[in-house]
């Protein structure tokens, strides 16, 4: 009798295996195999005698075709594709459920649709009578663009086949919907992802639509199936913000046609995503006082300049291991601040618990933040409010220097445009020329110094316990 294979697929990378185990070997997710079908594979038989056709090899530098882009008209998308989308190619727009995909893509296909670039929208989610809801909430009724709701791979295909004149930028929303008759797997899986991700990029390269790829992120932060589609795509764009907080931010991971360290910044209102053009305002409060623990970043995502508010608390801790949260930062960089910090300018935070925090839900993943993280920290934990006139931006290294970052012009210029009066930054940063007063730093204990003179330096030290700690006018 014939064994039947069994054939384990991890739903995270796309690795097979023979039996199923609760931890994946490759990526080594937890709970992420599934049994799924075979695919009917022959054996491979290698290429035998037979030829192929020959390949005609060109030179490097010739006529090319200049790169066309369809602007959506919606400028903070656009700008995160590197200018538009591009004919024939196909990108995966990721996010969380609920964060706004169908309708920021709904508004990018009316926008094309608008200047007269037909668009198709399919939704393997939503009724037609539901996005046409959507549609008109949103004054995007009279659009033309060409809606139908299916899941079938092969009726989808056809379908978008017919429509004349073919559309130039195509909508499926989203993959995990789709199944494709001739696998046996269910929707959602890897194979039945991996082989519609498969078969509809081929109809946007045949085509020659922009082919534009909704797909959901698990709980944990990935894409079902997320490795083997991010190598499908020419263009992965993560949509993420806070469900609490009203705005959106889009960001591309991978872009084979642009930059991959752009933002667009979006407000969700009840008329749908509204583009946010000066974020700065957005992420920092209307009427700031100087609050301890608190410090206004000079930053810097893609090409644009972002002030963002980083907030810290420093309280006391039970004895035992202290808490150190961090949120919209990355916790080994606050634990190398906390430990220049201690080490270089004697300030320590053994005895307290510390929460770091990113206001508005951004997400920072810049080195330069190092030196507002540390102010924020040291006024929080010597309850010294910082300037609130002040920006602060500058790398900290392990030996406690304050490093130079990039584009220091760009940075002080935004906090000049909003009021601001003061930056403290690396020492490079004098020449950058602005209307700020610069005061620079070569190293973090300056910092400290100017921060914390309500900490006698014998106090600085690990010795400090909540008892003993100096009160902030002692
Ligand atoms: P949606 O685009 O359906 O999210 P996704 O496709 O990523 O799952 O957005 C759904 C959320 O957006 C829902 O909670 C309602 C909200 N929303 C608004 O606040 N205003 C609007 O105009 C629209 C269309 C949606
Ligand atoms: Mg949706």
Same mark, same amino acid.
């Given at each position: @009798?014939?064994?039947?294979?069994?054939?384990?697929?991890?739903?995270?990378?796309?690795?097979?295996?023979?039996?199923?185990?609760?931890?994946?070997?490759?990526?080594?997710?937890?709970?992420?195999?599934?049994?799924?079908?075979?695919?009917?594979?022959?054996?491979?038989?290698?290429?035998?005698?037979?030829?192929?056709?020959?390949?005609?090899?060109?030179?490097?530098?010739?006529?090319?075709?200049?790169?066309?882009?369809?602007?959506?008209?919606?400028?903070?998308?656009?700008?995160?594709?590197?200018?538009?989308?591009?004919?024939?190619?196909?990108?995966?727009?990721?996010?969380?459920?609920?964060?706004?995909?169908?309708?920021?893509?709904?508004?990018?296909?009316?926008?094309?649709?608008?200047?007269?670039?037909?668009?198709?929208?399919?939704?393997?989610?939503?009724?037609?009578?539901?996005?046409?809801?959507?549609? &008109?909430?949103?004054?995007?009724?009279?659009?033309?663009?060409?809606?139908?709701?299916?899941?079938?791979?092969?009726?989808?295909?056809?379908?978008?086949?017919?429509?004349?004149?073919?559309?130039?930028?195509?909508?499926?929303?989203?993959?995990?919907?789709?199944?494709?008759?001739?696998?046996?797997?269910?929707?959602?899986?890897?194979?039945?992802?991996?082989? $519609?991700?498969?078969?509809?990029? !081929?109809?946007?390269?045949?085509?020659?639509?922009?082919?534009?790829?909704?797909?959901?992120?698990?709980?944990?932060? @990935?894409?079902?199936?997320?490795?083997?589609?991010?190598?499908?795509?020419?263009?992965?764009?993560?949509?993420?913000?806070?469900?609490?907080?009203?705005? !959106?931010?889009?960001?591309?991971?991978? &872009?084979?046609?642009?930059?991959?360290?752009?933002?667009?910044?979006?407000? @969700?209102?009840?008329?749908?995503?509204?583009?946010?053009?000066?974020?700065?305002?957005?992420?920092?409060?209307?009427?700031?006082?100087?609050?301890?623990?608190?410090?206004?970043?000079?930053?810097?995502?893609?090409?644009?300049?972002?002030?963002?508010?980083?907030? =810290?608390?420093?309280?006391?801790?039970?004895?035992?291991?202290? !808490?150190?949260?961090?949120?919209?930062?990355?916790?080994?960089?606050?634990? @190398?601040?906390? #430990?220049?910090?201690?080490?270089?300018?004697?300030?320590?935070?053994?005895?307290?618990?510390?929460?770091? &925090?990113?206001?508005?839900?951004?997400?920072?993943?810049?080195?330069?933040?190092?030196?507002?993280? $540390?102010?924020?920290?040291?006024?929080?934990?010597?309850?010294?409010?910082?300037? =609130?006139?002040?920006?602060?931006?500058?790398?900290?290294?392990?030996?406690?220097?304050?490093?130079?970052?990039?584009?220091?012009?760009?940075?002080?210029?935004?906090?000049?445009?909003?009021?601001?009066?003061?930056?403290?930054?690396?020492?490079?940063?004098?020449?950058?020329?602005?209307?700020?007063?610069?005061?620079?730093?070569?190293?973090?204990?300056?910092?400290?110094?100017?921060?914390?003179?309500?900490?006698?330096?014998?106090?600085?030290?690990? #010795?400090?316990?909540?008892? &003993?700690?100096?009160?902030?006018?002692?």
């Amino acid at each position: @009798m014939a064994r039947v294979e069994r054939h384990f697929v991890c739903q995270a990378c796309g690795a097979v295996g023979s039996r199923w185990a609760g931890r994946c070997d490759s990526c080594g997710g937890w709970n992420t195999i599934v049994e799924e079908a075979a695919a009917r594979e022959t054996a491979p038989k290698g290429l035998g005698a037979k030829r192929g056709r020959r390949l005609d090899f060109v030179a490097l530098d010739g006529p090319g075709e200049p790169l066309v882009r369809l602007e959506t008209g919606i400028a903070e998308l656009d700008r995160v594709f590197g200018g538009g989308l591009i004919p024939g190619s196909a990108a995966l727009v990721a996010g969380d459920p609920g964060i706004g995909k169908s309708t920021l893509l709904l508004q990018a296909a009316a926008g094309l649709a608008a200047k007269g670039l037909p668009c198709a929208y399919v939704s393997g989610e939503e009724g037609v009578e539901q996005i046409r809801l959507r549609a &008109n909430r949103l004054g995007l009724g009279g659009a033309p663009v060409a809606l139908a709701a299916a899941t079938s791979l092969r009726d989808i295909l056809t379908g978008l086949e017919a429509i004349t004149p073919p559309p130039v930028a195509v909508i499926v929303d989203s993959i995990q919907t789709l199944f494709l008759d001739s696998l046996d797997s269910a929707p959602g899986t890897v194979a039945q992802v991996r082989a $519609a991700a498969h078969e509809l990029i !081929r109809f946007a390269k045949r085509s020659g639509a922009a082919l534009l790829i909704v797909g959901h992120v698990t709980k944990e932060g @990935m894409i079902a199936g997320p490795k083997v589609l991010e190598h499908m795509v020419d263009t992965v764009i993560y949509f993420e913000g806070e469900r609490g907080h009203q705005f !959106r931010i889009v960001r591309a991971i991978k &872009n084979r046609f642009g930059p991959t360290d752009e933002i667009g910044v979006f407000e @969700m209102t009840g008329a749908g995503l509204k583009e946010v053009s000066n974020p700065s305002a957005l992420f920092l409060p209307a009427d700031r006082a100087a609050v301890s623990g608190t410090a206004i970043f000079a930053g810097i995502e893609g090409t644009r300049p972002l002030l963002v508010e980083i907030q =810290a608390l420093v309280v006391s801790a039970p004895p035992g291991s202290p !808490r150190r949260t961090v949120v919209g930062w990355d916790s080994g960089r606050l634990a @190398m601040v906390l #430990a220049v910090l201690e080490a270089r300018a004697g300030l320590a935070f053994g005895g307290y618990d510390v929460f770091l &925090n990113v206001a508005g839900g951004l997400r920072i993943e810049e080195p330069a933040a190092d030196l507002a993280v $540390a102010a924020a920290l040291v006024s929080a934990r010597t309850e010294i409010p910082l300037d =609130a006139k002040a920006v602060i931006f500058g790398e900290i290294g392990l030996s406690g220097e304050v490093r130079p970052v990039a584009q220091a012009a760009a940075r002080l210029k935004e906090a000049e445009k909003l009021g601001f009066e003061r930056a403290l930054a690396p020492r490079d940063a004098a020449a950058a020329g602005s209307g700020l007063v610069i005061e620079t730093l070569a190293r973090v204990d300056e910092l400290v110094e100017r921060l914390g003179p309500a900490l006698p330096a014998a106090r600085r030290s690990g #010795a400090v316990t909540p008892r &003993n700690r100096p009160d902030r006018h002692g």
